[in-house]
């Protein structure tokens, strides 16, 4: 049975290219694995010409996980990307400073 863990591990791959995790980047919201289905939801940053690509990328590595035969991924404009949603990580790998929360 695949786990959200497979679905977060090959999106990992899938992002290798930018410098860090689409989650350390903030844009994921959810993953919910249903079965052989799974539900992501992205928020993404409004101005990120490679959108696109960014979905792209990470369908084609999610239904290329064993077990996995639908993928539905969902944009959530409604919900506006701010760098507080950056994981430590992430803000390494742009160069930001740690988040004082």
């Known amino acids: 049975m695949v786990e959200e863990r497979d679905v977060r591990a090959a999106m990992e791959s899938a992002a290798k290219h930018m ?3 689409l989650v350390d980047l ?3 919201d959810s993953i919910v694995v249903d079965g052989v289905s ?4 992205v928020v993404p940053h409004c101005d990120c010409p490679f959108l696109p ?4 990328d990470m369908y084609e590595a999610v239904i290329g996980v064993p077990g996995i035969d639908e993928v539905d991924i969902e944009v959530i404009w409604s919900v506006q990307w701010r760098p507080s949603r ?3 990580e992430g803000r390494r790998c ?3 400073p740690s988040d004082p929360r």
């Open 19 to 21: 410098g860090a995790s």
């Open 53 to 56: 690509s960014v979905l792209e």
């Open 86 to 88: 950056l994981s430590e």
């Open 26 to 28: 903030g844009l994921i």
């Open 38 to 41: 799974v539900r992501i939801r």
């Open 94 to 96: 742009l160069g930001l």
